[in-house]
Nanobody, 114 residues
Framework: QVQLVESGGGLVQPGGSLRLSCAASGIAFRLYVMGWYRQAPGTRRELVATITSGGSTNYADSVKGRFTISRDNAKNTVYLQINSVKLEDTAVYYC????????WGQGTQVTVSS
């Protein structure tokens, strides 16, 4: 059974930082492209960042320079370091694992508020 479990979300002030984690099980993690997506209320789910099995990364323009995606294949975990958060970063953040099949976590809420 495939499981992606996100953690690390919460309430953060503008300009602050937090780190999201996604622990995967039931898949050959090192072979998957891992990604983070987010969905704010009333909007469509959007790509935040992806990282390939080889470590190549891709970011949405809105987060470049502020977010960093990384992975630890030994721990089957992908991370999203979020710095200099903005109000518009408020959303539910979802972990994604993609190869032939596509898997999603349940999401973790990030709320940016002063």
């Amino acid at each position: 059974q495939v499981q992606l479990v996100e953690s690390g979300g919460g309430l953060v002030q503008p300009g602050g930082s937090l780190r999201l984690s996604c622990a995967a099980s039931g898949i050959a993690f090192r072979l998957y492209v891992m990604g983070w997506y987010r969905q704010a209320p009333g909007t469509r789910r959007e790509l935040v960042a992806t990282i390939t099995s080889g470590g190549s990364t891709n970011y949405a323009d809105s987060v470049k320079g502020r977010f960093t995606i990384s992975r630890d294949n030994a721990k089957n975990t992908v991370y999203l370091q979020i710095n200099s958060v903005k109000l518009e970063d408020t959303a539910v953040y979802y972990c994604n694992a993609e190869k032939v099949s596509d898997y999603w976590g349940q999401g973790t809420q990030v709320t940016v508020s002063s």
